[in-house]
């Protein structure tokens, strides 16, 4: 059961309430977007319940593993505030978002379909029941057997953290060997505190499946009524092949004919449709090889954080972030005719080169120098442990650069992280 909708007090037509896990560049983009558009913006963000008001944004505070109570909060905060539309940004918001807008009436997302965007098993499971093509996949526990599991498996495959996103614990295993090295590898992450912390369920899940080739590709758009409404489609140029999957440079536009384009594009409404998405973002990946597209996931959520700048929409009046068009499609408006900005653009996410404490980084002028390069940004904090994938969760920092074609962004990416050279301290072993 969830709590009853406010009946008497009608919709507010400029208030959204925004989810959010954190605080950050993309939440202060949608502030500074809501504020031009004359919108009240609502937060509701992962917080400590018993600060009250701690940052002094009025934000309500939630918990997303205790989605019952956080939606009682937020719907008893819309009867003194009635809200126009929801957003959600990041994955751990999007059911509560979802059932947000279910139980306000308000255009969203069914949750079984945000949850099925969340779930890398429910997602496969409902690829495969749409026939669409999938890799196999097999679903076990972390502290089931694993050599039972290795000798049931191809080669080469992947195994997944259920509860974890993006790439966090994903890993190639080409053996029996690297899989049950690969396995024992993500038990160790998911026994970790601050992943035990999160209370995501299916934490001690895992998924393996077969390896897809190809190359990757990423797709920003827009879902109203069921229908996509592409915005970019964004090549991933840097092969991911394993046995870590860590992303680098995003490029758009990228070097498709039009009938891939198309084709690919086909595919992600199927995949959309697969799910039950309705309304709101979608960040999209797939993987396309000679005559061939797979689907890797859709997302119901806007591309994250600070990759995000790196597309800008214009429909004839300026270009605008995309958190302003996602703010007037939440409200209601037809944004049908905002299409990415006419030149390409990249974001470059920093390696990490090596685990480590983070004492700086020497070249960010010479970097910021290079031709087409927009800005540098170094978000990593002095002190502050680094640690690549499978393990790490964050970028150092983000490269933005501009130019009319795409291979000019590329190059321009490359020389400027070329210049950079960070200082990384070997992480200091307390003895006991």
């Not at 309430?17 to 500074?32: A, C, K, P, V």
């Not at 920003?220 to 991911?240: M, N, Q, S, Y």
Request: hydrophobic share 45%; glycine share 8%.
């Amino acid at each position: 059961m969830h709590p009853e909708a406010p009946r008497s007090t009608p919709k507010h037509p400029d208030r959204i309430l925004l989810l959010s896990t954190t605080t950050g560049y993309q939440l202060r983009s949608f502030t500074d977007s809501a504020e031009r558009l004359g919108i009240e913006l609502v937060l509701a963000t992962d917080r400590c319940h018993h600060l009250e008001d701690p940052w002094r944004d009025g934000a309500i505070a939630v918990r997303f593993h205790e989605e019952d109570a956080s939606l009682a909060a937020i719907v008893d905060a819309a009867r003194a505030r009635p809200l126009a539309g929801v957003i959600a940004v990041g994955d751990r918001p999007t059911v509560l978002a979802a059932r947000v807008a279910q139980t306000l009436g308000l255009p969203g997302n069914p949750p079984s379909a945000a949850e099925a965007s969340r779930s890398k098993k429910l997602m496969r499971r409902k690829f495969a029941a749409a026939f669409m093509r999938t890799p196999w996949f097999l679903e076990f526990d972390a502290g089931e057997n694993v050599d039972a599991v290795a000798r049931r498996l191809s080669y080469p495959c992947v195994v997944k953290p259920i509860g974890l996103a993006a790439s966090r614990g994903v890993i190639r295993a080409d053996t029996p060997e690297a899989f049950t090295a690969a396995v024992s590898r993500v038990r160790a992450l998911l026994a970790r505190p601050d992943v035990r912390a999160q209370r995501m369920r299916d934490v001690d899940e895992l998924l393996v499946e077969g390896y897809i080739e190809g190359r990757e590709y990423a797709i920003e758009g827009l879902v109203t009524g069921g229908a996509l409404r592409p915005f970019a489609i964004f090549d991933k140029p840097d092969p991911l092949e394993g046995p870590f999957f860590e992303e680098t440079i995003y490029v758009t536009p990228p070097a498709l004919a039009g009938d891939e384009r198309q084709a690919m594009l086909h595919e992600v409404q199927r995949a959309v449709t697969a799910l039950g998405l309705r309304h709101g973002p979608v960040h999209a990946e797939c993987r396309v090889a000679p005559n061939r597209i797979t689907m890797l996931e859709v997302a119901a959520r806007p591309i994250g954080g600070l990759c995000s700048k790196v597309l800008r929409l214009d429909r004839g009046e300026g270009v605008v972030p995309l958190e302003e068009v996602l703010l007037r499609h939440a409200a209601g408006e037809n944004v049908s005719a905002f299409e990415r900005e006419r030149r390409a653009a990249g974001v470059m996410m920093i390696p990490i080169p090596r685990r480590g404490l983070y004492k700086g980084v020497e070249g960010t002028e010479r970097a910021t120098a290079v031709p087409c390069v927009e800005e540098i940004r170094i978000t990593a904090k002095v002190d502050q442990l680094l640690e690549p994938l499978p393990e790490g969760d964050s970028y150092p920092g983000f490269i933005f650069a501009r130019a009319a074609d795409p291979g000019d962004v590329v190059r321009a990416l490359r020389e400027a992280h070329r210049a950079l050279n960070f200082q990384i301290d070997p992480e200091v072993k307390i003895l006991r």
